[in-house]
């Protein structure tokens, strides 16, 4: 059962950049099966996807954070991470690391699913001077 | 990106059946995710695909999807059951928005 832990400073100064790492133990990052991503809650608030990664390169980004994200994958270190620049108060919240998966058709008329099955324990970070 | 929306609050009695529904455009292409996330927790996985349950989620936990709606269902709530749910899915540009949640009380 992989297992999967952000980790960063917990708090950040608006205009710089918010640095976070998600270590994978239990399964290798470098699995063609999964895709991995990140997921933020402001406090008291709902969920926000931020974006997902494939092993292929393949990225995509929450349109509204896509010009401030860059997200990287270490093999190496079974390891990847997320870098959001220019934080403002409004990226004050929980980061969370997950894993991804996807279930494509297997039937005629059904659809394909994409989910979220493992996820971090969570990291808040403020932005704060 | 497109939009998934749900009912901010739901109630239930102990023991009785409740539906959490999920509308967006999207539903119609792929299936919803379902989300619980019980306060200062991370969010856990408990409904995927048709209806998928992964194998720590108790059977009381079905999914259904009909055109641009999809629910969640608890048959026989428990207490255990209160909670925030989420829906969840991909859109054709590849993004993966969230509904805004529902908050279910068990009475």
């Known amino acids: 059962q992989p297992q999967l832990q952000e980790s960063g400073p917990g708090l950040v100064k608006p205009s710089e950049t918010l640095s976070l790492t998600c270590t994978v133990s239990?399964?290798?990052?470098?699995?063609?099966?999964?895709?991995w991503g990140w997921v933020r809650q402001p406090p008291g608030k709902g969920l926000e996807w931020i974006g997902c990664?494939?092993?292929?390169?393949?990225?995509y980004y929450n349109p509204s954070l896509k010009s401030r994200i860059t997200a990287s994958v270490d093999t190496s270190k079974n390891q990847f991470s997320l870098n959001l620049k220019s934080v403002t108060a409004a990226d004050t919240a929980i980061y969370y690391c997950?894993?991804?998966?996807?279930?494509?058709?297997?039937?005629?008329?059904?659809?394909?699913?994409?989910?979220?099955?493992?996820w971090g324990q969570g990291i808040l970070v403020t932005v704060s001077s | 990106s497109s939009e998934l929306t749900q009912d901010p609050a739901v109630s239930v009695a102990l023991g009785q059946t409740v539906r959490i529904t999920c509308q967006g455009d999207t539903l119609r292409s792929y299936y919803a995710t379902w989300y619980q996330q019980r306060p200062g927790q991370a969010p856990v996985l408990v409904i995927y695909g048709k209806n998928n349950r992964p194998s720590d989620i108790p059977d009381r936990f079905s999914g259904s999807s009909s055109g641009n709606t999809a629910s969640l269902t608890i048959t026989g709530a428990q207490a255990e059951d209160e909670a925030v749910y989420y829906c969840n899915s991909r859109d054709s540009n590849g993004d993966r928005p969230f509904g805004g949640g529902t908050r279910l009380t068990v009475l």
């Open positions: 239990g399964d290798s990052i470098s699995s063609s099966s999964y895709y």
């Open positions: 997950v894993r991804g998966g996807v279930e494509l058709s297997k039937w005629f008329g059904e659809l394909p699913t994409y989910y979220f099955d493992y």
């Open positions: 990664m494939y092993n292929s390169g393949t990225t």
